[in-house]
């Protein structure tokens, strides 16, 4: 009964904390907020940057499975914040004998733990949409050989998002928050889990215990399942109940139907976690996807001979799977393939349409400039603004500036002798990122919801538009448009990920400049890690950057976006079902209706 009343006093006890951090943000969500916790006299320790480091390699692997699973990709944030917790604030799991483990523990720390771990976890998007899709086009040799090109790819693209993201927290995060509504939901969440964190455990040790119980035990069972599923996939991993109902009815024909259509349960971790955390609207609506292009649309292309199939070698099994050359034309396209257009266009129409809802963002801008000009011309505008809870320390001017001049500059040299992509075609790739890192991170503070794929996808457009009059031989357009995109989702993913990481710091009050420079120490490691776990997920399935693979663990949906939109920037008409080019104007149509209505 003790540890029974014991554990109802500590869940009472950390309610009333966390009513009270959420009724001071609520209050008004755009100050700081308050807590009793407090740091050492260091807060950028070994210790912080190193966990932050491990949860960033994890983070990098966990996305570039999912991404190349499904094309999702998950924040670190909440992770990170929570696995650092777990490490360096319990007393008694085992690395306090640990001379550099040791010492107080506090909120700023522990987000500056998870802003080493977000910088060193986001740049694994491109890794499952833009790379596969360049080698599935035979543009690069091999992903082994191709190493120091793709670290100095990811190295261009991280620190030019890091040198764009420090002068937008002045606007996004301090100056304009309020008048443009920008609550940053996951990030004011983090802020207020780890607030809640501290508080709590400062009072009662045992509930960090029993944090870092639940997270040892859940990482023990995926670890165990994923080794003995390896032994035995069909009881522990895969389950197959029409292949199963085959063997008592080998004359069925409906199962062997849905079989072929991919319809059995895959018991992964990863995406049973992945559905938790995304919450039920999303995964009612990516189980409907599904379920309308797999048991709906694909067979009715079938049946009426829109669409086609490729009978498996030693099976009766049919694949509808196949983007070889042979089921990628107008007039004999795989259902996967017929499937991307209408898909892809309702992406990019949801995309461009909150892109261009942003209009206002661009007027709020233009006013923030000229009262800010009004307010430092004044004798009194150097000082604070009353009740603004606004940090002086800010990334400085002649921190960026120079650092964003050199890197734009690193980018031309290295993108013309690495990949040979003109100086002009860098540039405007780099000019692109700009633009659309300013509406990115608008869209995640009102929405949580970053549109990389309207970003990416007008830079290879417009690429392969400005490219393809110059006399170029096809592969060299589509590997500059390429580029391009990638160039663009990186800086604005970095961009848009650290600031919305600098809403968590402006909550707990953790100077800017620390979390900066943290940021850059986050960066600096993903360039070298992010291209080496691709490799490995490569060397294991080479299917991923096989472009007439017929079945692949991991069939790299974003990939085959990427690939549709630079072979049909070419040539769309005969590229392109006729069909499926009026399925996509419908899908331009939901799109628009869904995403103005939001």
């Known amino acids: 009964m003790a540890g029974s009343d014991g554990e109802a006093y500590d869940e009472a006890e950390f309610k009333q904390i966390h009513d009270a951090a959420v009724s001071n943000f609520t209050s008004d969500p755009y100050r700081p907020l308050d807590f009793r916790s407090e740091d050492g006299e260091r807060i950028l320790t070994f210790r912080a940057v190193l966990v932050g480091l491990l949860c960033g390699a994890l983070i990098n692997a966990s996305n570039i499975y999912l991404g190349l699973k499904t094309g999702w990709a998950m924040s670190a944030n909440l992770f990170a914040s929570l696995i650092g917790f777990a490490l360096l604030k319990s007393p008694r799991n085992g690395l306090q004998c640990l001379p550099f483990m040791r010492g107080s523990f506090g909120p700023r720390e522990n987000n500056i733990v998870q802003t080493v771990a977000t910088s060193a976890g986001?740049?694994?998007?491109?890794?499952?949409?833009?790379?596969?899709?360049?080698?599935?086009?035979?543009?690069?040799?091999?992903?082994?050989?191709?190493?120091?090109?793709?670290?100095?790819?990811?190295?261009?693209?991280?620190?030019?998002?890091?040198?764009?993201?420090?002068?937008?927290?002045?606007?996004?995060?301090?100056?304009?928050?309020?008048?443009?509504?920008?609550?940053?939901?996951?990030?004011?969440?983090?802020?207020?889990?780890?607030?809640?964190?501290?508080?709590?455990?400062?009072?009662?040790?045992?509930?960090?215990?029993?944090?870092?119980?639940?997270?040892?035990?859940?990482?023990?069972?995926?670890?165990?399942?994923?080794?003995?599923?390896?032994?035995?996939?069909?009881?522990?991993?895969?389950?197959?109940?029409?292949?199963?109902?085959?063997?008592?009815?080998?004359?069925?024909?409906?199962?062997?139907?849905?079989?072929?259509?991919?319809?059995?349960?895959?018991?992964?971790?990863?995406?049973?976690?992945?559905?938790?955390?995304?919450?039920?609207?999303?995964?009612?609506?990516?189980?409907?996807?599904?379920?309308?292009?797999?048991?709906?649309?694909?067979?009715?292309?079938?049946?009426?001979?829109?669409?086609?199939?490729?009978?498996?070698?030693?099976?009766?099994?049919?694949?509808?799977?196949?983007?070889?050359?042979?089921?990628?034309?107008?007039?004999?396209?795989?259902p996967r393939y017929w499937l991307i257009w209408p898909a892809v266009a309702c992406m990019l129409a949801v995309s461009l349409t909150e892109i261009v809802c942003q209009w206002r963002l661009i007027w709020i801008l233009s006013k923030s400039i000229w009262s800010w000009f009004k307010q430092w011309s004044t004798p009194s505008g150097s000082k604070r603004k009353e009740g603004s809870a606004i940090s002086d320390d800010q990334v400085g001017l002649h921190i960026w500036l120079p650092g964003l001049i050199a890197i734009v500059t690193t980018a031309c040299l290295l993108m013309n002798s690495m990949f040979g992509m003109p100086v002009r075609e860098t540039m405007l790739a780099v000019s692109m990122s700009f633009l659309f890192t300013i509406l990115t991170v608008h869209a995640t503070g009102t929405t949580d919801i970053t549109p990389l794929t309207g970003a990416s996808a007008a830079t290879q457009v417009a690429l392969a538009s400005e490219t393809s009059n110059r006399g170029w031989a096809p592969p060299k357009v589509q590997l500059l448009s390429l580029l391009g995109g990638t160039l663009t989702a990186l800086g604005a993913s970095q961009a848009s990920d650290l600031t919305a990481d600098f809403r968590v710091g402006f909550l707990l009050r953790t100077p800017a400049q620390t979390q900066w420079l943290a940021q850059a120490i986050g960066t600096a490691f993903s360039c070298i890690v992010a291209p080496g776990i691709y490799i490995l997920f490569n060397s294991a399935y080479s299917c991923i950057g096989d472009g007439n693979a017929l079945q692949c663990p991991f069939p790299a949906p974003a990939a085959s976006a990427w690939r549709a939109i630079a072979t049909t920037a070419l040539s769309p008409s005969d590229s392109i079902p006729r069909s499926s080019i009026v399925s996509s104007g419908l899908g331009v149509g939901r799109g628009y209706v869904i995403s103005s209505q939001i």
């Open 122 to 334: 986001g740049m694994a998007a491109v890794f499952n949409s833009a790379i596969p899709a360049m080698y599935q086009l035979n543009l690069l040799s091999t992903p082994a050989s191709d190493f120091h090109r793709l670290a100095a790819l990811v190295a261009i693209g991280g620190y030019l998002g890091l040198f764009i993201g420090a002068p937008l927290r002045r606007f996004f995060i301090v100056h304009a928050a309020r008048d443009l509504s920008l609550i940053f939901p996951t990030p004011s969440a983090t802020a207020i889990a780890i607030r809640d964190m501290h508080e709590a455990a400062d009072d009662d040790s045992s509930i960090t215990q029993r944090k870092m119980r639940v997270l040892t035990q859940s990482l023990s069972f995926a670890l165990v399942l994923r080794v003995v599923s390896q032994f035995a996939i069909g009881l522990f991993w895969d389950w197959h109940p029409f292949v199963w109902y085959m063997l008592w009815n080998p004359a069925s024909t409906t199962a062997r139907g849905l079989e072929s259509w991919g319809w059995y349960f895959e018991w992964t971790p990863a995406f049973i976690g992945t559905g938790m955390l995304v919450g039920l609207p999303t995964a009612c609506s990516f189980f409907a996807g599904s379920l309308l292009a797999w048991g709906v649309i694909g067979p009715f292309l079938v049946s009426k001979s829109l669409a086609f199939g490729e009978l498996l070698p030693g099976s009766n099994l049919v694949s509808y799977y196949s983007m070889s050359a042979d089921f990628t034309t107008a007039d004999h396209a795989s």
